[in-house]
């Protein structure tokens, strides 16, 4: 009798979390607030929208390094039509940051997350590895979010073609 009541409740207690619609997947950017990069100013991720491009990048990451004058090519050439924003994610290495953003000639925004906080956060995946790219549309909705080394800006605004809509 008591076997029978156990197994009663357990299977109520499956049922009762089974329904038909999968959870909704937060695609939004996430609200936080991240510090602006070497001393600019902070960016509220729940207020950016695009369209956009958002690159998730290290000092210490090599690909990230051969991918960031790639990115700057790309806003010195679309940044009118498609922002640009880096966030330097979980990088303890403040003056090799700073060395490779002068390296690279960024002169888009960038911001720093050293604690990891977009990690898994709104439309966020579990970030592992670098660099990532991350498209946002014109509502702050993270379209389109990958792990990437993107080679050129030809391809770059392939991919904003792609995830954003928006032709170049």
């Known amino acids: 009798m008591i076997r029978a009541a156990v197994v009663a409740v357990c299977a109520a207690l499956v049922l009762a979390g089974c329904s038909d619609a999968p959870p909704e997947k937060d695609d939004r950017l996430p609200d936080l ?14 207020d950016f929208t695009g369209p ?6 290290a000092s210490w990451c090599g690909p990230c390094r051969k991918e960031m004058p790639v990115l700057e090519e790309f806003n010195a050439a679309y940044g009118d039509r498609v922002a640009m924003l880096g966030i330097d994610f979980q990088d303890t290495d403040a003056a090799g940051a700073r060395a490779l953003v002068e390296e690279s000639g960024v002169t888009y925004p960038l911001v720093t997350d050293e604690l990891g906080d977009i990690n898994g956060e709104g439309g ?18 993270l379209t389109h979010v990958e792990a990437v080394v993107i080679d050129s800006a030809d ?6 073609d792609e995830h954003l809509g928006v032709q170049l």
Request: aromatic share 12%; charged share 25%.
């Open 33 to 46: 607030t991240l510090a602006g990069f070497d001393g600019a100013e902070d960016v509220d991720l729940g």
């Open 124 to 141: 966020f995946p579990l970030l592992r590895g670098l660099p990532y790219v991350a498209f946002v549309d014109e509502d702050g909705t």
């Open 155 to 160: 391809e770059l605004v392939d991919m904003v």
């Open 52 to 57: 956009a491009v958002i690159s998730v990048w």
